[in-house]
């Protein structure tokens, strides 16, 4: 069931148990900095594409090679 997927488990959870869990894992998603607020300005950030820059030791290394 839905459920299930959201609470991480395969057993079957009565309904007034799901929201209390559901409640408790709002709870501590928000303790760690994962509110509504912050998904939402996440959502509408532009995705960025962040690449690590080569050492000059590596594109020297390259750089010969290429000549040979």
Request: glycine residues 4%; proline residues 3%; contains cysteine.
């Given at each position: 069931?839905?459920?299930?997927?959201?609470?991480?488990?395969?057993?079957?959870?009565?309904?007034?148990?799901?929201?209390?869990?559901?409640?408790?894992?709002?709870?501590?998603?928000?303790?760690?900095?994962?509110t509504?607020?912050?998904?939402?300005?996440?959502?509408?950030?532009?995705?960025?594409?962040?690449?690590?820059?080569?050492?000059?030791?590596?594109?020297?290394?390259?750089?010969?090679?290429?000549?040979?």
């Amino acid at each position: 069931m839905a459920w299930d997927l959201v609470l991480g488990h395969s057993k079957k959870i009565l309904p007034k148990d799901f929201q209390k869990k559901l409640d408790e894992r709002i709870a501590r998603a928000a303790s760690r900095g994962f509110t509504h607020k912050y998904q939402n300005e996440r959502g509408h950030e532009d995705n960025s594409i962040c690449l690590k820059q080569l050492a000059p030791a590596t594109l020297k290394k390259y750089e010969d090679a290429a000549i040979n």
